[in-house]
């Protein structure tokens, strides 16, 4: 949802930064998060604009807004686990992507736990797919090749439009079983070889 304000809902408030900054400097130590309560403040106060009857309470009203959102943020906050790990923690975790720039520069995606070229999956894909049984072959290109229409796939297929889910669920399910039955041992294989 998009809010358009006039430019009196801004009227006063740009000089009262200042003010706002340092009444919020002193209740939170983090300065972007000064900055991030600082400007919902301002569309706060600007979108309600019109409730301020006496333009003389301005400031009042502002510092009130100020310390509301202020509190909001620090309820959601609360709310939330932090883990401070520190660099040192970060720097034992493994990550399971390709190393860039290594050897290999083709593009990979992961099949399982196993990351296996583009070009491999891509025509295993389609060789997987062209192993289904007839009908979940239909659904699948129903679906996914006419514009993702739940409608469109049970007029097709002659299905109950309540079904088109469960039937698109359980045909991309074998269609997977079928992928990793294809990808996954031969990946095992091969660096079984390349080991010996």
């Known amino acids: 949802m998009e809010v358009t304000l006039d430019a009196g809902a801004w009227g006063g408030l740009e ?11 002193r209740r939170c130590r983090d300065a972007s998060e000064v900055d991030d309560v600082l400007q919902e403040t301002y569309l706060r106060a600007a979108r309600h604009r019109y409730a301020l009857t ?7 009203w502002a510092m009130r807004i100020a310390q509301n959102v202020l509190r909001d943020v620090q309820r959601r906050s609360s709310r939330l686990p932090r883990v401070d790990l520190g660099e040192a923690a970060l720097e034992h975790l493994l990550g399971s992507e390709p190393d860039p720039g290594g050897a290999e520069e083709e593009e990979c995606v992961r099949v399982g736990s196993t990351w296996v ?8 894909l389609g060789a997987s797919v062209c192993e289904l049984r007839c009908d979940d072959r239909r659904v699948l290109e129903s679906y996914y090749g006419g514009g993702q229409c739940g409608e469109r796939t049970a007029r097709e297929c002659a ?10 669920f359980r045909a991309r399910r074998r269609l997977e079983q079928r992928l990793r039955r294809r990808l996954v041992p031969a990946r095992g294989e091969e660096r079984g070889r390349s080991t010996q």
């Open 15 to 25: 000089e009262l930064g200042a003010d706002l900054r340092e009444f919020l400097a």
């Open 159 to 168: 299905l109950p439009r309540t079904l088109v889910k469960v039937r698109l």
């Open 54 to 60: 006496e333009p003389g309470k301005l400031r009042r």
């Open 117 to 124: 070229p583009r070009a491999e999956a891509l025509r295993e």
